[in-house]
T-cell receptor, first 114, second 107 residues
Framework: ETGVTQSPTHLIKTRGQQVTLRCSSQ?????VSWYQQALGQGPQFIFQ???????GRGNFPPRFSGLQFPNYSSELNVNALELDDSALYLC?????????????FGPGTRLLVL | KNEVEQSPQNLTAQEGEFITINCSYS?????LHWLQQHPGGGIVSLFM???GKKKHGRLIATINIQEKHSSLHITASHPRDSAVYIC?????????FGTGTSLTVIP
């Protein structure tokens, strides 16, 4: 186990709704990255938070937003859900920002949008 | 064209075989990550390398920065190695990962 936890584990929403996913990083880690993984695909980078600031963003629309709290836990918010948002959402924490640190992944949240 | 390409997409091997998975990338990745994903979704980081070679048990990862190519080798493969192996890295403002290589090792 990596010490990274995510909640909830599974979620079902309907199109147009909003969802909030949560991630608790490993102790001592100040960086959290969020990924979307559709079935049969690799993880797609959504964004990274470092010390409560967004520190890089992938090709996702603004309805994907996030927060990082002083204890370095993080939230991913998705507004106006679309059917294509159905996926496994993964967070990963690391000791520092940039890409030269080992990523510790959480178990993921499976989101189904109907 | 994807920024990170892996080959093969699927691989079936007999237990004990030597396995190679290849990763090519077109973006300026500063550190290359190899991940292992088991059925059910859990991802484990295997290696993070920016030059040369790293070894951990039966797994060896190599990288050629000039050619933008990395390989993951598994010696004496075992059924418990069956998983999806994903490579990728960070360009300075975002991570890019490939679609993965699905490995099945048959006893």
């Amino acid at each position: 186990e990596t010490g990274v936890t995510q909640s909830p584990t599974h979620l079902i929403k309907t199109r147009g709704q909003q969802v909030t996913l949560r991630c608790s990083s490993q102790s001592g880690h100040n960086t959290v990255s969020w990924y979307q993984q559709a079935l049969g695909q690799g993880p797609q980078f959504i964004f990274q938070y470092y010390r409560e600031e967004e520190n890089g963003r992938g090709n996702f629309p603004p309805r994907f937003s996030g927060l990082q709290f002083p204890n370095y836990s993080s939230e991913l918010n998705v507004n106006a859900l679309e059917l294509d948002d159905s996926a496994l959402y993964l967070c990963a924490s690391s000791l520092r920002a940039q890409g030269g640190e080992t990523q510790y992944f959480g178990p993921g949240t499976r989101l189904l949008v109907l | 064209k994807n920024e990170v390409e892996q080959s093969p997409q699927n691989l079936t091997a007999q237990e004990g075989e030597f396995i190679t998975i290849n990763c090519s990338y077109s973006v300026g990745i500063s550190a290359l990550h190899w991940l292992q994903q088991h059925p059910g979704g859990g991802i484990v980081s295997l290696f993070m390398l920016s030059s040369g070679k790293k070894k951990h048990g039966r797994l060896i990862a190599t990288i050629n920065i000039q050619e933008k190519h990395s390989s993951l080798h598994i010696t004496a493969s075992h059924p418990r190695d069956s998983a999806v192996y994903i490579c990728g890295g960070y360009t300075g403002n975002q991570f890019y990962f490939g679609t993965g290589t699905s490995l099945t090792v048959i006893p």
